[in-house]
């Protein structure tokens, strides 16, 4: 079960699929206003057992997918994401940003964001993947992102969580991931029993497509354990 980030869909683990020698299935992450919501229609459609990567919002439904039903969890991994709560000053912000977005304001946005906080300094010249990432957000659209807004805002914090997970996982991000920080990827390594910790060099907060031949590696070694 694939997971994608927040305006993020298939393309996002594009190269990860070509490489991934077994059924893969997208969880549907555009419906639901809530984490737990979102978890639950995920859990209806998938396979009785499955294994997940997760990047960012991804990561952060992975804890609650977990929540919901470990017994068909076989395998995590955890992208670039966050296992807190989010932080009153980043809620605040919400509101506005969702007004903005409603408004027809969803390009600036993305673009605004894209170069500085998405991407390590070696990518954010990289115009086919800037196209791409700008391309996910727009065809999903507004109403997408002020549902996908309000279920980040609002989710429960992932820390407690992270002791229960007693499948095999394994732990990456950018070493320039300017979101989600090495740090958040150190704690989630050290509070998960048996996890592995990868750190990746030249690459931000989107790992998949950043670095995908070392996120394709990770995964598949982690899948075939």
Not at 107 to 124: G, M, Q
Request: aromatic share 4%; charged share 25%.
């Amino acid at each position: 079960m694939l997971l994608p980030g927040m305006m993020c869909d298939e393309r996002l683990w594009a190269d990860q699929v070509r490489a991934i020698d077994q059924p893969v299935f997208h969880a549907d992450t555009t419906r639901a206003e809530t984490i737990a919501e979102m978890a639950a229609q995920a859990l209806v459609h998938a396979p009785a057992r499955f294994a997940i990567a997760g990047l960012s919002m991804g990561g952060i439904l992975a804890f609650e997918i977990w929540r919901q039903a470990p017994a068909r969890v076989t395998h995590m991994a955890l992208l670039d994401t966050n296992p807190h709560a989010e932080v009153p000053e980043r809620q605040a912000l919400r509101p506005q940003q969702i007004e903005t977005a409603l408004a027809g304001g969803l390009r600036d946005l993305a673009i605004e964001s894209l170069k500085p906080l998405y991407l390590a300094e070696a990518h954010r010249d990289d115009e086919k993947l800037l196209g791409t990432i700008l391309d996910m957000a727009l065809d999903l659209g507004p109403a997408v992102f002020r549902r996908q807004s309000l279920a980040l805002r609002d989710r429960v914090d992932g820390v407690p969580t992270l002791k229960t997970i007693n499948c095999p996982t394994v732990v990456l991000c950018g070493g320039e991931d300017m979101l989600c920080p090495v740090e958040y990827h150190e704690l989630m390594a050290k509070e998960i029993p048996g996890a592995r910790l990868r750190v990746i060099e030249d690459c931000g907060h989107l790992s998949s497509l950043e670095q995908p031949e070392i996120v394709t590696e990770e995964l598949l070694e982690l899948f075939a354990q």
